[in-house]
């Protein structure tokens, strides 16, 4: 299977600990998304890169949380000092920019749980 | 800014019956409108969705959603839903057609039940 894959599927940390995770898109897919999901609510958007480019974040990335795309293929999302209020699943998805059907191919994300 | 509103959290049906799954939202500039299922320990997979042209769109497992610009709705139906189709199904609406930069409704469990 050569979907979407994210490491590790779950993350149990400490208050204040920095943790990272890791995205690898489809192969051919150009475009990447983190976005994040708490119990009983929708995804709700992170921030999107395009090849190595961060084009968009969203206000609730804070400044503890950083994404990076060196080149322009897999993905890392690291939040430094957790939170409790940190604690969701983050989703990663990708897809590739200019195809005739484009769509968003989501991975089983991650599950933080900062105790 | 835009915003989706799925009205009901959970909707317990029998199997072979017939399924609506609400969804309105709100949206200053036009507006591509899309449903996602999430099924257990599963990620986010695309149902079907409005780019233009007929307001009646079908998708995947036998959906169907129709776009409704005077009610600012996009509801999803199903005449006749299987154990199968248990899961949580979301509603999402995007400022462009390639779907990405999503705002999600809260989601809708379905519970179809034997």
């Known amino acids: 299977d050569t979907g979407v894959s994210q490491n590790p599927r779950h993350k149990i940390t400490k208050r204040g600990q920095n943790v990272t995770f890791r995205c690898d898109p489809i192969?051919?897919?150009?475009?990447l998304y983190w976005y994040r999901q708490t119990l009983g609510q929708g995804p709700e958007f992170l921030t999107y890169?395009?090849?190595?480019?961060?084009?968009?974040k969203s206000r609730l990335l804070s400044d503890r949380f950083s994404a990076e795309r060196p080149k322009g293929s897999f993905s890392t999302l690291e939040i430094q000092r957790t939170e409790q209020g940190d604690s969701a699943m983050y989703l990663c998805?990708?897809?590739?920019?200019?195809?005739?059907?484009?769509?968003?191919?989501f991975g089983s994300g991650t599950q933080l749980s900062v105790l | 800014a835009q915003s989706v509103t799925q009205l009901d959290s959970q909707v317990p049906v029998f199997e072979e019956a017939p399924v609506e799954l609400r969804c309105n939202y709100s949206?200053?500039?036009?507006?591509?409108l899309f449903w996602y299922v999430q099924y257990p320990n599963q990620g986010l997979q695309l149902l079907l969705k409005?780019?233009?042209?007929?307001?009646l769109v079908k998708g995947i497992n036998g959906f169907e959603a129709e776009f409704n610009k005077s009610q600012t709705s996009f509801h999803l139906r199903k005449p006749s839903v299987h154990i199968s189709d248990t899961a949580e199904y979301f509603c999402a609406v995007s400022p462009n057609n390639a779907g990405n930069m999503l705002t999600f409704g809260g989601g809708t469990r379905l519970m179809v039940k034997p």
């Open positions: 949206s200053s500039v036009s507006v591509y």
């Open positions: 890169f395009q090849n190595e480019a961060q084009l968009e």
């Open positions: 409005y780019l233009s042209g007929s307001t």
């Open positions: 998805a990708s897809s590739r920019q200019g195809a005739p059907n484009e769509k968003l191919f």
């Open positions: 192969s051919e897919h150009n475009r």
